[in-house]
T-cell receptor
Framework: DTAVSQTPKYLVTQMGNDKSIKCEQN?????MYWYKQDSKKFLKIMFS???????INETVPNRFSPKSPDKAHLNLHINSLELGDSAVYFC??????????????FGPGTRLLVL | AQSVAQPEDQVNVAEGNPLTVKCTYS??????LFWYVQYPNRGLQFLLK??????LVKGSYGFEAEFNKSQTSFHLKKPSALVSDSALYFC?????????????FGKGTKLSVKP
């Protein structure tokens, strides 16, 4: 059973389009995250939600809008896609945001290519 | 501010030889330290973590890491490398004083194990 799943796995689209990436976790965790991995493999936090509420919003353009319909799902919607949005987007989850020793579990990633 | 440094972009090791992947960190409080591995076109897999207690932490696939508070290091080690260990390795940290939960990642070290 997949603990953290993402769809789609690959996404190729044109500049200016709007796209969504979905994430689901079946671990019963309260907290979910979106990370971005750029072409140089740098991993950086974008957003974090705890029990459907936003708790971290790094300096991400407002074209990116996360949505959490319930604590098992955290979707990422991107408007007006730009070339620089091409990256691998990872979803992750952990039991809570405040117990720093807890492990985060990552999804397989969504490889976004903007042409 | 929290930070993680992985000073080596790449580590090359012959199969059967011991390997070390270096990591140093900077946090305000006590650190929670993690190692993740990323195989090509795959997500991040958790290897091991240090929370407190014994400085030598054992993890998955025969890996271990040694926490050294005076040197602010958390190097990943394995006594005998396998070709299948070839992957990208990330060190990550959380500050015990932090309340937001996101991981701060190093830039990654590519491990190449040759037969």
């Amino acid at each position: 059973d997949t603990a953290v799943s993402q769809t789609p796995k690959y996404l190729v689209t044109q500049m200016g389009n709007d796209k969504s990436i979905k994430c689901e976790q079946n671990l019963g965790h309260d907290t979910m995250y979106w990370y971005k991995q750029d072409s140089k493999k740098f991993l950086k936090i974008m957003f974090s939600y705890n029990n459907k509420e936003l708790i971290i919003n790094e300096t991400v353009p407002n074209r990116f809008s996360p949505k959490s319909p319930d604590k098992a799902h955290l979707n990422l919607h991107i408007n007006s896609l730009e070339l620089g949005d091409s990256a691998v987007y990872f979803c992750a989850s952990s039991p809570s945001p405040t117990r720093g020793w807890e492990t985060q579990y990552f999804g397989p990633g969504t490889r976004l290519l903007v042409l | 501010a929290q930070s993680v440094a992985q000073p080596e972009d790449q580590v090359n090791v012959a199969e059967g030889n011991p390997l070390t992947v270096k990591c140093t960190y900077s946090v305000s409080g006590n650190p929670y330290l993690f190692w993740y591995v990323q195989y090509p076109n795959r997500g991040l897999q958790f290897l091991l973590k240090y929370i407190t207690g014994d400085n030598l932490v054992k993890g998955s696939y025969g890996f271990e890491a040694e926490f050294n508070k005076s040197q602010t290091s958390f190097h990943l080690k394995k006594p005998s490398a396998l070709v299948s260990d070839s992957a990208l390795y990330f060190c990550a940290v959380r500050d015990s004083r932090g309340s937001q939960g996101n991981l701060i990642f190093g830039k990654g070290t590519k491990l190449s194990v040759k037969p």
